[in-house]
């Protein structure tokens, strides 16, 4: 069982860029999100979803897009990278929503550089 | 929105020190979560906590919603329990957006 898989683990991106982070999970989860972590700020929440085809923003949406076409993928694209987008990425999924009190996986993250 | 501190910032312990961990909260919230980032990178889902007290091994969790914060306890660490322990929470009435606190740095000395 592979669990929260992302790819790729580590990127730089000259600025102006796009690019896709891929998230996949194999445990038929209904939730999943996406989260950026930067030094001093803990997690904050980019974009989310409660099931194929439905998502919608979190805390920081600008600058990225998402879609939910199957319930095990949900990719994160950068439409023109700039270096505030430089951060770790977190794709993390749960059987139901986030106030259901199912446990919450993460992927392993994905390290990202604008230049 | 919701304000989430969490108490202390940095803590140093020695291997077998007991430590509690404090996450205020500034609104009533219905779902409140503890995970531990390793030093790898790596997030665990601890505990689903909005109230009550629950035990998972060393580990030990308890919530007070009607006073707005949660407590983390660990007792006898280990050099593994070192990482970042952020608390998260999800505001009554609100949408699925959890939030986070800053986070707080645990390190155990063997």
């Known amino acids: 069982n592979a669990g929260v898989t992302q790819t790729p683990k580590f990127q730089v991106l000259k600025t102006g860029q796009s690019m896709t982070l891929q998230c996949a999970q194999d445990?038929?989860?209904?939730?999943m999100s996406w989260y950026r972590q930067d030094p001093g700020m803990g997690l904050r929440l980019i974009h989310y979803?409660?099931?194929?085809?439905?998502?919608d923003q979190g805390e920081v949406p600008n600058g990225y897009n998402v879609s939910r076409s199957t319930t095990e993928d949900f990719p994160l694209r950068l439409l023109s990278a700039a270096p505030s987008q430089t951060s770790v990425y977190f794709c993390?999924?749960?059987?139901?929503?986030?106030?259901?009190?199912?446990?919450?996986?993460f992927g392993e993250g994905s390290w990202l550089t604008v230049v | 929105g919701i304000q989430v501190e969490q108490s202390p910032p940095d803590l140093i312990l020695q291997e077998g020190a007991n430590s509690t961990l404090r996450c205020n909260f500034s609104?009533?919230?219905?779902?409140l979560q503890w995970f531990h980032q390793n030093p790898w990178g790596q997030l665990i889902n601890l505990f689903y906590?909005?109230?009550g007290t629950k035990q998972n091994g060393r580990l030990s969790a308890t919530t007070v919603a009607t006073e707005r914060y949660s407590l983390l306890y660990i007792s006898s660490s280990q050099t593994t329990d070192s990482g970042v322990y952020f608390c998260?929470?999800?505001?009554?009435?609100?949408?699925?957006?959890?939030?986070f606190g800053k986070g707080m740095k645990l390190t155990v000395n063997p």
């Open positions: 993390a999924s749960s059987l139901l929503w986030t106030g259901s009190g199912n446990t919450i996986y």
């Open positions: 445990m038929n989860h209904e939730y």
């Open positions: 979803s409660v099931g194929a085809g439905i998502t």
């Open positions: 609104d009533s919230v219905n779902n």
């Open positions: 906590i909005p109230s």
């Open positions: 998260a929470v999800i505001l009554q009435g609100g949408s699925e957006k959890l939030v």
